[in-house]
């Protein structure tokens, strides 16, 4: 049986389907006995489920691992380690009054973490370290405060590079003089360009057009999470978004990513065909959300997300609240191989009837941590 | 400050305005053939406009001219010799915003009463509630002493406007749940004034087994159709829409009722086509796990997105934020002694099946005001009545004027 050192070892997105799903099935199975063993909560939900107070038997298929709605996560602390364990427990973003997921992360999940999304992004930029403009105001990684899913963004992808010039004040206002200054050195060299993608857009593309800027970034790369929601509101797609980057700068090389901070490993990575492609320890199923059935390709239904590597709390098969399609599996030559995914954007949320005037709270988009 | 008036005309106008009117006619007599004419009046042009919309038809139901009469008719019951119920005066009522007919209600016992009103409404507008403006405004059209008396606006979330109605009001009522009343009562009232609060309410079904399964086929049915209305009408969000259902008599035959209830319930749901949406559903999975492991539940049962059934062995406490869309808690036990020790203050309606009047008024002697308000028979859960929560509004919207001319 393949085990998770092999998946970080060989590169990433590069397993067939058929291996990686063979390779994913036996380490789930056994995370599975595992959190079954060591969550108390998660146990009870077993039980119940299956109606059997057994060790979980092994299933042969990924879609029929139990999943859990990812919204759990805030309405309970869901671990499988002792307190004394704990290593760090991170928050998904909010808004006020919202309540935030929290995942509990022992240090081998948390190394797990760091050594995933080291592979993931060095796959993609390669190994080599490069000035680095983080599209995000200084204040959002000094401010330590709260750690919000945006700071930690930031702090995932800021080792990735050097020399980081930020290049928003906290007005979101572009640094015009700063960008400058940092461009005077390293324009028509490789450069590293990270941020949540409606500030992307909103803050550094208008902010550019604004001061009539087209910075020479064709050697750069560009990565970008958070998702389309707001964009899609000025009719900005991931094409448009492409187009008038690439217009403006030069940028070709843009990958955007989806992910979540309730499960370590999923990071989603868009590969040059536009689809987004789950690294070796991860993998994406579309269910039906009336039957639940796991959708045919193409079909628009809800996506459930997989990774093996979170150990220290049962979040290894979620389901999450997006709306996302299947295409196809890609070609192991193209060095992008497993399931093809379009992330349409979040389940719409119909108006609920009732006494309690209690408000559907809008629900903010979660970068990745 | 502006805020939108909606009935009985529509157009912008100014909170301190709209309180001077109001404060500058005088309260209408209780029960009032002027009122109750108005009132018969607006059942017709409810029942024409709101024809295939049955929260419209229940409201003109409810208020035909019949019914006025006989609740005129209770109403003078309530005088004696030596008292007399007179308006309160000014009644400002805050309904919810989600569901769309309560204020028809709270108003028109107001208004029935004598009272004048003001009330607020949701800026958030559904096509429902839009045909109910509408017959109210066509209504008092042919009714000024009415509509001299009632003022329905719309503004948001706006501390000021409510305390300048606040400010002329005799009577508050605030529906809507904790988080409204809460914020409301935080805005002050006149020294005179009384206020009505509806927080967050719990529900609950109780079936006694053995009279379910006494009944022949179609009255299962019946009863499941019944449930349904209970359960379903308000995405099983209304305050007395059931959420824990009580199996009463031994536990194979419960189990048994239970497992064919849910059938029958399933087939019901199929003929009225009500449908959970996605984002529900996932809801519905969320609070349905989130409950399996708060409360040890032992059995879950999905018929369906629409009808998700846990199986408890006691009564678990799952009072508290609720998705609704049709998640129920199931629970086996031996008698209705099993309540008392489980009802909280916040519990409001058992709706049940099969119990005898005497079984029902010990169990409400025994409870003995720790909870419930009302305990109706199966099917009547949202029936609306003047009795809500443990008030009478109509003694509520009055004051009690008593007279005595002494030895003579």
Same mark, same amino acid.
């Given at each position: 049986?393949?085990?998770?050192?092999?998946?970080?070892?060989?590169?990433?997105?590069?397993?067939?389907?058929?291996?990686?799903?063979?390779?994913?099935?036996?380490?789930?199975?056994?995370?599975?006995?595992?959190?079954?063993?060591?969550?108390?909560?998660?146990?009870?939900?077993?039980?119940?489920?299956?109606?059997?107070?057994?060790?979980? !038997?092994?299933?042969?298929?990924?879609?029929?691992?139990?999943?859990?709605?990812?919204?759990?996560?805030?309405?309970?602390?869901?671990?499988?380690?002792?307190?004394?364990?704990?290593?760090?427990?991170?928050?998904?973003? *909010?808004?006020?009054?919202?309540?935030?997921? @929290?995942?509990?992360?022992?240090?081998?999940?948390?190394?797990?973490?760091?050594?995933?999304?080291?592979?993931?992004?060095?796959?993609?930029? *390669?190994?080599? @370290?490069?000035?680095?403009?983080?599209?995000?105001?200084?204040?959002?990684?000094?401010?330590?405060?709260?750690?919000?899913?945006?700071?930690?963004?930031?702090?995932?992808?800021?080792?990735?590079?050097?020399?980081?010039? $930020?290049?928003?004040?906290?007005?979101?206002?572009?640094?015009?003089?700063?960008?400058?200054?940092?461009?005077?050195?390293?324009?028509?060299?490789?450069?590293?360009?990270?941020?949540?993608? $409606?500030?992307?857009?909103?803050?550094?593309?208008?902010?550019?057009?604004?001061?009539?800027?087209?910075?020479?970034?064709?050697?750069?790369?560009?990565?970008?999470?958070?998702?389309?929601?707001?964009?899609?509101?000025?009719?900005?797609?991931?094409?448009?978004?492409? @187009?008038?980057?690439?217009?403006?700068?030069?940028? @070709?090389?843009?990958?955007?990513?989806?992910?979540?901070?309730?499960?370590? *490993?999923?990071?989603?990575?868009?590969?040059?065909?536009?689809?987004?492609?789950?690294?070796?320890? !991860?993998?994406?199923?579309?269910?039906?959300?009336?039957?639940?059935?796991?959708? !045919?390709?193409?079909?628009?239904?809800?996506?459930?997300?997989?990774?093996?590597?979170?150990?220290? $709390?049962?979040?290894?098969?979620?389901?999450?609240?997006?709306?996302?399609?299947?295409?196809?599996?890609?070609?192991?030559?193209? *060095?992008? !191989?497993?399931?093809?995914?379009?992330?349409?954007?979040?389940?719409?949320?119909?108006?609920?009837?009732?006494?309690?005037?209690?408000?559907?709270?809008?629900?903010?988009?979660?970068?990745?941590? | +400050?502006?805020?939108?008036?909606?009935?009985?005309?529509? =157009?912008?106008?100014?909170?301190?305005?709209?309180?001077?009117?109001?404060?500058?006619?005088?309260?209408?007599?209780?029960?009032?053939?002027?009122?109750?004419?108005?009132?018969?009046?607006?059942?017709?042009?409810?029942?024409?406009? =709101?024809?295939?919309?049955?929260?419209?038809?229940?409201?003109?139901?409810?208020?035909?001219?019949?019914?006025?009469?006989?609740?005129?008719?209770?109403?003078?019951?309530? =005088?004696?010799?030596?008292?007399?119920?007179?308006?309160?005066?000014?009644?400002?009522?805050?309904?919810?915003?989600?569901?769309?007919?309560?204020?028809?209600?709270?108003?028109? %016992?107001? +208004?029935?009463?004598?009272?004048?009103?003001?009330?607020?409404?949701?800026?958030?507008?559904?096509?429902?509630?839009?045909?109910?403006?509408?017959?109210?405004?066509?209504? +008092?059209?042919?009714?000024?002493?009415?509509?001299?008396?009632?003022?329905?606006?719309?503004?948001?979330?706006?501390?000021?406007?409510?305390?300048?109605?606040?400010?002329?009001?005799?009577?508050?009522? #605030?529906?809507?749940?904790?988080?409204?009343?809460?914020? #409301?009562?935080?805005?002050?009232?006149?020294?005179?004034?009384?206020?009505?609060?509806?927080?967050?309410?719990?529900?609950?079904?109780?079936?006694?087994?053995?009279?379910?399964?006494?009944?022949?086929?179609?009255?299962?049915?019946?009863?499941?159709?019944?449930?349904?209305?209970?359960?379903?009408?308000?995405?099983?969000?209304?305050?007395?829409?059931?959420?824990?259902?009580?199996?009463?008599?031994?536990?194979?035959?419960?189990?048994?009722? /239970?497992?064919?209830?849910?059938?029958?319930?399933?087939?019901?749901?199929?003929?009225?086509?009500?449908?959970?949406?996605?984002?529900?559903?996932?809801?519905?999975?969320?609070?349905?796990?989130?409950?399996?492991?708060?409360?040890? #539940?032992?059995?879950?049962?999905?018929?369906?997105?629409?009808?998700?059934? %846990?199986?408890?062995?006691?009564?678990?406490?799952?009072? =508290?934020?609720?998705?609704?869309?049709?998640?129920?808690?199931?629970?086996?036990?031996?008698?209705?002694?099993?309540?008392?020790?489980?009802?909280?203050?916040?519990?409001?309606?058992?709706?049940?099946?099969?119990?005898?009047?005497? /079984?029902?008024?010990?169990?409400?002697?025994?409870?003995?005001?720790?909870? #419930?308000?009302?305990?109706?028979?199966?099917?009547?859960?949202?029936?609306?009545?003047?009795?809500?929560?443990?008030?009478?509004?109509?003694?509520?919207?009055?004051?009690?004027?008593?007279?005595?001319?002494?030895?003579?």
């Amino acid at each position: 049986m393949t085990d998770i050192q092999e998946l970080f070892s060989r590169p990433q997105f590069s397993l067939p389907q058929q291996d990686k799903e063979q390779a994913l099935r036996g380490l789930l199975n056994d995370l599975t006995r595992s959190h079954q063993e060591r969550c108390q909560d998660y146990r009870q939900l077993l039980r119940t489920l299956t109606g059997k107070d057994e060790a979980w !038997a092994d299933a042969d298929r990924l879609e029929d691992f139990p999943f859990l709605p990812v919204s759990l996560f805030k309405r309970r602390l869901l671990k499988s380690i002792p307190d004394d364990e704990v290593f760090k427990t991170m928050t998904s973003s *909010g808004t006020t009054g919202q309540e935030v997921s @929290r995942i509990t992360l022992d240090r081998t999940t948390a190394d797990l973490q760091a050594r995933a999304l080291s592979a993931i992004v060095t796959q993609v930029m *390669g190994p080599q @370290r490069m000035p680095m403009i983080v599209i995000d105001t200084p204040n959002v990684v000094k401010n330590r405060n709260m750690f919000s899913a945006r700071a930690a963004g930031v702090l995932g992808m800021i080792q990735f590079g050097r020399k980081h010039f $930020y290049a928003l004040d906290d007005d979101m206002k572009l640094d015009v003089d700063g960008l400058s200054a940092f461009l005077d050195q390293y324009a028509g060299q490789p450069i590293l360009l990270f941020g949540f993608t $409606y500030m992307v857009w909103e803050y550094f593309y208008n902010g550019l057009l604004e001061a009539g800027l087209t910075p020479d970034l064709s050697q750069g790369i560009l990565f970008h999470s958070g998702g389309w929601k707001k964009l899609a509101d000025k009719a900005v797609d991931n094409a448009e978004f492409k @187009r008038g980057l690439g217009e403006v700068t030069g940028l @070709r090389r843009i990958h955007n990513y989806y992910g979540m901070v309730e499960q370590v *490993g999923s990071v989603f990575m868009e590969g040059p065909d536009g689809f987004l492609y789950p690294p070796n320890f !991860a993998d994406v199923i579309i269910r039906n959300p009336e039957t639940w059935e796991v959708a !045919a390709p193409d079909e628009l239904g809800l996506i459930e997300v997989i990774s093996v590597l979170p150990h220290s $709390y049962p979040g290894h098969v979620l389901l999450t609240e997006d709306l996302g399609r299947i295409h196809g599996v890609g070609d192991p030559a193209s *060095g992008w !191989a497993g399931k093809q995914l379009s992330v349409i954007g979040r389940l719409p949320k119909a108006e609920l009837r009732g006494c309690s005037d209690t408000h559907a709270a809008s629900v903010e988009e979660q970068g990745v941590a | +400050m502006t805020v939108r008036q909606l009935v009985p005309v529509v =157009g912008d106008c100014e909170p301190a305005d709209l309180a001077e009117q109001l404060l500058g006619i005088e309260s209408l007599p209780p029960f009032s053939d002027e009122a109750i004419a108005f009132a018969a009046d607006l059942s017709r042009a409810l029942a024409r406009a =709101g024809r295939g919309r049955p929260e419209i038809e229940a409201a003109a139901f409810w208020m035909r001219r019949a019914k006025l009469n006989r609740l005129a008719a209770s109403f003078a019951e309530l =005088g004696t010799e030596s008292s007399l119920l007179v308006p309160r005066g000014i009644v400002f009522h805050v309904p919810p915003a989600n569901v769309d007919t309560l204020f028809v209600y709270s108003w028109l %016992l107001a +208004m029935l009463t004598g009272n004048r009103s003001i009330v607020r409404l949701s800026e958030r507008s559904t096509d429902q509630a839009a045909i109910i403006f509408d017959a109210m405004r066509e209504t +008092m059209a042919h009714h000024p002493a009415i509509a001299a008396r009632s003022a329905m606006v719309t503004y948001g979330h706006d501390r000021d406007v409510t305390q300048v109605f606040s400010d002329v009001c005799d009577v508050r009522v #605030i529906w809507g749940g904790d988080r409204t009343v809460n914020e #409301i009562r935080r805005i002050s009232l006149p020294t005179h004034a009384t206020e009505l609060t509806f927080p967050d309410r719990f529900s609950l079904a109780a079936v006694r087994v053995d009279a379910y399964l006494a009944l022949p086929a179609p009255d299962r049915d019946r009863v499941a159709e019944q449930f349904f209305n209970d359960a379903y009408w308000f995405d099983q969000r209304g305050c007395s829409s059931p959420r824990i259902v009580l199996w009463v008599g031994d536990r194979a035959s419960a189990a048994t009722a /239970e497992s064919e209830f849910f059938d029958r319930l399933r087939t019901v749901v199929d003929t009225k086509n009500y449908q959970v949406d996605g984002a529900l559903a996932v809801a519905k999975l969320t609070q349905a796990y989130g409950e399996i492991m708060d409360h040890s #539940i032992g059995s879950y049962r999905a018929l369906g997105n629409e009808i998700t059934v %846990l199986g408890a062995v006691e009564l678990p406490d799952v009072r =508290g934020e609720f998705c609704g869309g049709g998640l129920f808690t199931s629970v086996s036990v031996p008698s209705l002694d099993e309540l008392p020790s489980f009802v909280r203050r916040a519990d409001q309606t058992l709706s049940q099946l099969g119990f005898t009047r005497e /079984e029902l008024r010990d169990l409400a002697v025994r409870l003995n005001g720790k909870g #419930i308000d009302r305990i109706v028979p199966m099917g009547s859960a949202l029936d609306f009545n003047r009795f809500w929560d443990g008030y009478d509004l109509v003694q509520e919207f009055t004051r009690r004027v008593t007279v005595d001319a002494g030895r003579r």
